[in-house]
């Protein structure tokens, strides 16, 4: 079995991206991992270049005109998936805020092995956990999705989706995918204050037009999270060893918004599915079998 892990990213270190540890992460179960670097303000392209021998960097141009619904971000990260090597089994994809804990590793590579030769299997789905404000805090609100797929099989019928949060199969049908007890850990709202509003900023341009922007979105120098009404919970377990040094660095503050703030819709789709195991209105972009 050959797995080869891929990823995308741009101004990683700008914007404050943990992608060399999320990288890091899945190197312990991929034969190599391919990285689209699109054309950075900064050191990404060199950084992503010394994390490993396993790394390969192709050097991509983004179009910056795709400016609906994220689709640069499916753009890219087809770049990299394509640029896989036929010979491979499974392909491992990883955003650069996103990290493995080593505590599933084995799981993911059982997965990986008992179903390599079941063509009914279209990919492997994960769980997620939502970092918000601080290393120490999780986000309650079900804005955050739930579950997404992270393994797919290396057919290149299989393309990102939308904005690169998932993936489909030509023409345009869910993948069908078993669920593992495995999670991701997000970060893409734990970050240096200023870095994550100059990364907002940039990211908005991805989604809406200049006329947009001006009317209904006001920069700021720096990320207000204690202005953002986020209910968090204390996060009860442990990080990946490959966060650790990211983690000592944290040189912000947090307080987080309280709890009781939580909105209805919330509350109830927080009842449902701890009486049923169903959350209403989950958007789910696949098929799990």
Request: glycine share 6%; aromatic share 16%; hydrophobic share 35%.
């Amino acid at each position: 079995m050959k797995v080869c892990g891929f990823s995308f990213v741009r101004n990683g270190v700008k914007f404050d991206y943990p992608f060399e540890e999320a990288i890091r992460s899945i190197l312990p179960l991929c034969d190599d991992v391919v990285v689209a670097v699109g054309n950075s303000d900064d050191n990404t392209l060199k950084r992503v270049k010394a994390i490993d021998p396993k790394v390969k960097v192709i050097e991509t141009i983004w179009d910056d005109s795709l400016r609906e619904g994220g689709q640069v971000l499916a753009s890219e990260t087809n770049k990299a998936f394509q640029a896989i090597p036929i010979e491979y089994d499974w392909a491992f994809y990883i955003q650069g805020d996103e990290v493995i804990h080593e505590q599933y590793l084995q799981t993911i590579y059982k997965a990986m092995e008992d179903n390599l030769n079941n063509q009914k299997v279209d990919g492997l789905l994960f769980n997620y956990t939502h970092f918000f404000g601080s290393y120490e805090f999780v986000g309650l609100t079900y804005s955050w999705y739930r579950r997404e797929v992270r393994v797919i099989r290396n057919r290149k019928d299989i393309f990102s989706y939308r904005d690169a949060q998932g993936f489909r199969k030509s023409p345009n049908e869910k993948l069908r995918v078993k669920l593992i007890d495995a999670k991701v850990f997000h970060y893409g709202y734990v970050k240096e204050p200023v870095a994550l509003q100059l990364k907002q900023t940039s990211m908005i341009k991805h989604y809406h037009d200049d006329k947009w922007i001006r009317n209904f979105f006001q920069p700021k120098e720096s990320y207000q999270y204690e202005g953002a009404p986020e209910p968090v919970k204390k996060f009860e377990g442990t990080h990946p060893e490959v966060m650790k040094e990211r983690i000592k660095r944290k040189s912000w503050s947090f307080t987080p918004f309280p709890k009781k703030y939580a909105s209805n819709k919330d509350k109830f789709k927080r009842l449902m599915l701890r009486w049923t195991g169903w959350m209403p209105g989950e958007y789910k972009n696949y098929k799990i079998i």
